[in-house]
């Protein structure tokens, strides 16, 4: 699976931004997709994920502020992220997971800027 992410950039606290991942098959295929992020001096943390079922998980640090979504016939996930604070500033990439013959396969796309200032 080939993932190409999009959005990100430069805002001010309290802004909002969407990042938008399209994957190069159809999402209904793959166990799950979601975005990833790592922030300067800080270990990748899972920000949120979608299951082709719609199941979601956030992380706790920004779940009411960011949703996560789908458009099955774009193979297109968002990540809608509202109320950014400072603190949410780091590189985003978006990310799928996929398991063959009981082998999981992660996939990365390119990762993208977001940087809140305060």
């Known amino acids: 699976v080939q993932l190409q992410a999009f959005g990100g950039g430069l805002v001010q606290a309290g802004k909002s931004l969407r990042l938008s991942c399209a994957a190069s098959?159809?999402?209904?295929?793959?166990?799950?997709m979601g975005w990833y992020r790592r922030a300067p001096g800080k270990q990748r943390e899972l920000v949120a994920d979608?299951?082709?079922?719609?199941?979601?998980t956030y992380a706790d640090s920004v779940k009411v502020r960011f949703t996560i979504s789908r458009d099955r016939a774009e193979n297109t996930v968002y990540l809608q992220m509202n109320s950014l604070k400072p603190e949410d500033t780091a590189v985003y990439y978006c990310?799928?997971?996929?398991?063959?013959?009981?082998?999981?396969?992660?996939?990365w796309g390119q990762g993208t800027q977001v940087t809140v200032s305060s």
């Open positions: 990310h799928a997971v996929d398991y063959s013959n009981v082998r999981r396969y992660d996939y």
């Open positions: 098959r159809s999402i209904d295929s793959i166990n799950a």
């Open positions: 979608i299951t082709p079922g719609g199941s979601t």
